[in-house]
């Protein structure tokens, strides 16, 4: 049963991801970045391969990029 809430889980963070991409195409950027930092922090945290997906530069759209570069905890690498 724990498999298959963690598939429904990512499912859902791969749908809140692709709002996510959608949001950061605003005019101000910036703002889009600040208001995803909590959904960034929660991802980061809440699933491993969220984690590691969140870490991939190529696996993600470049505005969501930048928010992950702009919210990710200092010490902690990401990949270039």
Do not use: C, F
Request: aromatic share 4%; no cysteine.
């Amino acid at each position: 049963m724990s498999t298959i809430k963690g598939k429904v889980h990512s499912l859902a963070a791969s749908a809140v991801l692709d709002i996510a991409s959608q949001l950061l195409q605003a005019p101000d950027p910036h703002e889009a970045r600040q208001r995803l930092a909590p959904l960034v922090q929660h991802l980061r945290n809440a699933d491993r391969a969220l984690s590691t997906y969140l870490r991939r530069p190529a696996w993600i759209s470049q505005p969501l990029w930048a928010a992950v570069k702009d919210n990710w905890p200092a010490g902690e690498e990401l990949a270039a």
